[in-house]
Structures are given as structure tokens and as C-alpha cells.
């Protein structure tokens, strides 16, 4: 099982993090029974 921890979910959740591990990806998608693009959005940077 893989933990998180609560200062890198909340990095995920403000939108401050530049990069997430496809391993970070996998534990989220597994734990919320969901696929990467039902969490994630694509955006142009300016």
C-alpha cells in the first residue's frame, strides 16, 4: 500500500506542484477507484 503524505497532498491540491511521480498517480488513482484523466487537467502555460 502506498502512503501520502499530507504536505504532498496538500501540493497536489493548491497546484503548486511541478511534477507528480507516475507512482504518486497510481496510489491516488487506486485509492480514489478512478482513472488519471477523471484528476487531471491539461492547461497551456501562458
Known amino acids: 500500500m502506498l502512503l501520502f503524505t499530507r504536505a504532498n497532498l ?5 497546484g ?3 511534477a507528480v511521480r507516475l507512482s504518486t498517480l ?4 487506486n485509492a480514489l477507484n ?8 491539461y492547461t497551456e502555460e501562458e
Open 16 to 18: 503548486k506542484a511541478k
Open 26 to 29: 497510481e496510489g491516488i488513482c
Open 10 to 14: 496538500s501540493i497536489l491540491k493548491t
Open 34 to 41: 478512478c482513472q488519471p484523466g477523471d484528476i487531471l487537467e
